[in-house]
């Protein structure tokens, strides 16, 4: 199983980038996938998270309004398209898996329950 995260770089703030996160050796499309991020000297958070058929979508407060995160499940791809960027957006932004087929009564912002983990992206936001 391996995810693999690509679409970051270096963005003005105010710009837009779009994430995506390709699954290869099996398919999610009935599992829940989510985009968490890390900035240097912090804990892994939170971003968005899609449920397996993409009935239902979860955002971190920060980033309501500005990013949405969507699914292909014929490519096995999930992406994130990020608006408005601001320099706080800027951090190594990873990808995951959480086996469940729930659309609702979970929490999806934990990162102890993805079980899958892509390499991360960098997307660094200038000022």
């Known amino acids: 199983v391996q995810l693999q995260a690509y679409g970051g770089g270096l963005v003005l703030a105010g710009g837009s980038l779009r994430l995506s996160c390709a699954a290869s050796g099996r398919t999610f499309d009935s599992y829940a996938m989510g985009w968490f991020r890390q900035a240097p000297g912090q804990a892994r958070k939170f971003v968005a998270a899609?449920?397996?058929?993409?009935?239902?979508?979860y955002y971190e407060d920060s980033v309501k309004g500005r990013f949405t995160i969507s699914r292909d499940n014929a490519k096995n791809t999930v992406y994130l398209q990020m608006n408005s960027l601001k320099s706080e957006d800027t951090a190594v932004y990873y990808c995951a898996v959480f086996q469940t087929s729930l659309d609702y009564g979970l929490r999806f912002d934990r990162v102890d329950d993805y079980d899958y983990w892509g390499q991360g992206t960098l997307v660094t936001v200038s000022s």
């Open positions: 899609i449920s397996g058929r993409g009935a239902r979508t």
